[in-house]
């Protein structure tokens, strides 16, 4: 045996077909038979699956894909009809809607069960809704009782996408032995295979006329020498030799099933105990286990999935991708899909791996595999700092070097380990060129976020949100109004057990009316929003990464984040530090900022303005009946009088103001879900500079993702453009 043999061997893959030689033996007496196409084999086939279905009909295909595409097909699901469906699969799941005419509408899936939401699906249903598209993930089933509930309330078809799912069960109940029409895949890697094939079942005897139409060009014979054409079906009947192979795997259905369960209960019992991998959902015994599909922790690792599939080769295991994000595809994106629209779905794409899992496995083979995973995880990880310092520059050229001169010093007295975090928003000025030498200066513990764009101060510091690994946060402006300092106070504080630490600034040198203001917008906004944010302006703030998590799943448009915090925190606390007038550039606050925060804190967290003007217009409403009603008896009284004219005309202005402030609060709150509905990216980030990856750069340069003022250190990496 040569050296490429021994490799082969050697090789673990993450999935492949057991195929025993009673079927290739069977496989060898179709050929010689003479009979390769449809045949008496395909029609036991049918049988056998129907029987082991409960008695249920059955017809064969060449592929789940032409399944599901004959199912919608005969649900008279076409042009201008929508399906609901799951933003995760395989991209048959969706295509197969686009080929009937109809508009794949996404939902997300559960994080670990990968599943459909079911609570999404009830809200994506519109008059158009004509059916649902479940998958039952890796062989998991979906919620058969809240899904065929919700189809029946709204009376839409459910076309049941269990490829994976050949021998899941619903509480002892067979997928595929009740509900609407359920279609599997018997591809090599599925859990039983005919090389290539799928099956539907269930469906009225009109749908299984249609199917069987639209399986074999439309036609139908009378006779021996008679044929028409009744639709323009395609050809999608599986042959004879398919059906041997079929017949031999689904007599050892159960056995490949109960083998793949125990695969699968080792892979959880060796990481029993602080897995390096988010584990999917576990679920019970009827899951029937199609593949074994963890989440990386990329954001904790200095490696890609690439890298680490690469390692995995490396080692002789092979790791495979159950699925991008299929709202991600070019195809869909032309439908107006974008990224941030489904979450779960998005993660799932960027992190999934697909570790070896077949009835042939061996135990120790996945302790092979566990071996393999730790040992790259592990070796990856990011040590985590304690302490993410955020901080937003906007043109602040002028101030940024006195910032580096006094933050690090600062940092580095608290001995704890740390990491700042520039974010710059889209400067005009040279302060993108001074972040860039700082990270020079400091790669070890700087990281720069690059804009594309002006986004906003808030919106920057989500961004940087997304980027930072500490467990405490400290935001800070670019200004030193508030002394690096004072960050120590915070984190004692945070030490203390508050999960949010808001800042009043000691010794400001505000005029009274500004003062008399803020006071009492403060006053109205806590009794409007239950908020309570003594300093708005002061963005010295200290968030728990608890905090920071739930902050970073909203996906609001217009975020103020110290609000947005407080109302996820569970022990916020505020206290006081020091503060210090501007010495460079020019302030960004004004008393119109001031009023504008303070409107949309009240419009963003409460619809009280809404409820206030809602009853002011009943009281104006019943004033005004009264008024009417007292000049009338007084025009029947003293006759008609000149004067009067001028006082409804002061009425009508009156009620006209009242009216158009109204008219205002409403549009602030229309407009927010008008932002909201458009889904539109909240920033673009061109490029994060940080350790790591030395190719990077050039590939980014060469991409056009992004230029920057210079070059950079060998040791950089640059991610490019996202959300």
Request: aromatic fraction near 8%.
């Amino acid at each position: 045996m040569n050296d490429s043999s021994k490799q082969v061997n050697r090789m673990l893959p993450f999935t492949r077909p057991s195929i025993d030689e009673e079927t290739i033996d069977a496989v060898a007496e179709v050929l010689r038979s003479g009979w390769l196409a449809s045949g008496p084999k395909v029609a036991q086939l049918e049988a056998e699956l129907s029987s082991y279905f409960g008695g249920r009909p059955v017809r064969t295909q060449t592929s789940a894909t032409a399944g599901l595409e004959m199912a919608l097909l005969a649900c008279g699901i076409g042009k201008g009809d929508e399906v609901i469906t799951p933003a995760l699969s395989f991209v048959a799941t969706a295509n197969v809607i686009v080929r009937v005419g109809a508009r794949p509408v996404f939902v997300d899936v559960g994080l670990d069960s990968r599943n459909i939401d079911l609570d999404q699906v009830a809200a994506a249903i519109t008059p158009r809704t004509r059916a649902i598209l479940p998958v039952h993930f890796a062989g998991l089933p979906v919620d058969m009782e809240r899904l065929y509930a919700i189809a029946g309330r709204h009376r839409l078809r459910v076309i049941e996408d269990a490829a994976h799912a050949i021998g899941s069960a619903w509480r002892g109940r067979r997928i595929g032995s009740f509900g609407d029409l359920v279609v599997f895949s018997f591809h090599p890697n599925k859990n039983i295979t005919t090389i290539e094939g799928g099956a539907i079942s269930g469906g009225s005897p009109e749908e299984l006329r249609a199917i069987e139409l639209h399986r074999w060009h439309g036609q139908v014979k009378s006779g021996p020498d008679g044929f028409d054409t009744l639709l323009a079906g395609g050809k999608y009947n599986l042959s004879d030799v398919a059906a041997a192979v079929g017949l031999g795997q689904l007599k050892r259905l159960e056995e490949f099933n109960a083998r793949r369960r125990a695969l699968v209960a080792r892979y959880f019992e060796l990481w029993a105990a602080d897995p390096p991998l988010r584990l999917p959902e576990r679920g019970d015994a009827g899951h029937s286990w199609h593949v074994f599909t963890p989440l990386l922790p990329l954001a904790q690792l200095r490696i890609s999935r690439r890298e680490f599939i690469e390692s995995m080769k490396e080692r002789g295991i092979g790791v495979g991708v159950h699925y991008p994000a299929i709202h991600l595809f070019s195809a869909y994106r032309a439908l107006g899909y974008r990224e941030g629209q489904f979450p779960n779905a998005e993660r799932i794409g960027r992190e999934t791996v697909t570790l070896p899992l077949f009835p042939a496995m061996e135990l120790h083979e996945v302790e092979r595999v566990v071996q393999a995973v730790n040992a790259i995880v592990r070796g990856a990880q990011r040590m985590n700092p304690q302490v993410s310092v955020v901080i937003p520059a906007f043109n602040e050229e002028e101030g940024l070097p006195l910032l580096f001169e006094r933050l690090y010093p600062a940092l580095d007295a608290l001995g704890r380990s740390y990491e700042v975090v520039f974010v710059d928003d889209g400067s005009s000025d040279a302060s993108v060129a001074e972040l860039r030498e700082q990270f020079q200066r400091r790669p070890d513990v700087t990281r720069v976020v690059l804009l594309a764009r002006n986004a906003g101060q808030h919106l920057a510091i989500l961004a940087a949100f997304a980027q930072a690994r500490g467990t405490y946060m400290i935001t800070l402006d670019a200004d030193l109004q508030n002394p690096p300092e004072e960050i120590a106070r915070l984190i004692e504080a945070m030490d203390a057990g508050a999960d949010y630490v808001g800042t009043i600034r000691k010794s400001r040198q505000d005029v009274l009316w500004r003062r008399a203001a803020s006071r009492l917008m403060n006053r109205v906004r806590e009794r409007t929003t239950s908020i309570r944010i003594t300093d708005q302006g002061c963005m010295l703030r200290g968030y728990h990464r608890s905090v920071v998590d739930a902050v970073n799943h909203c996906t609001e448009m217009s975020t103020y984040v110290p609000a947005l915090a407080f109302t996820f925190a569970r022990h916020p606390v505020e206290i006081e530090v020091a503060h210090a007038e501007r010495t460079v550039g020019q302030s960004k606050y004004s008393l119109y900022r001031l009023i504008r925060l303070n409107f949309d804190l009240m419009t963003g967290f409460s619809v009280a303005p809404l409820q206030f003007f809602s009853m002011a217009g009943g009281v104006i409403a019943l004033i005004s009946l009264i008024l009417v009603v007292y000049l009338a008896i007084r025009r029947l009284i003293v006759g008609p009088e000149a004067e009067g004219v001028f006082t409804l005309f002061g009425v009508a202005f009156f009620l006209i103001g009242v009216a158009l402030i109204g008219l205002g609060v409403v549009g602030e709150y229309v407009g927010r879900i008008y932002e909201q509905v458009r889904q539109r990216p909240r920033y673009l980030v061109a490029a994060v500079l940080e350790q790591g990856d030395p190719g990077a750069t050039e590939r980014l340069a060469q991409a056009g993702a992004v230029q920057l003022p210079a070059p950079l250190t060998p040791a950089v990496r640059v991610r490019g453009a996202s959300e």
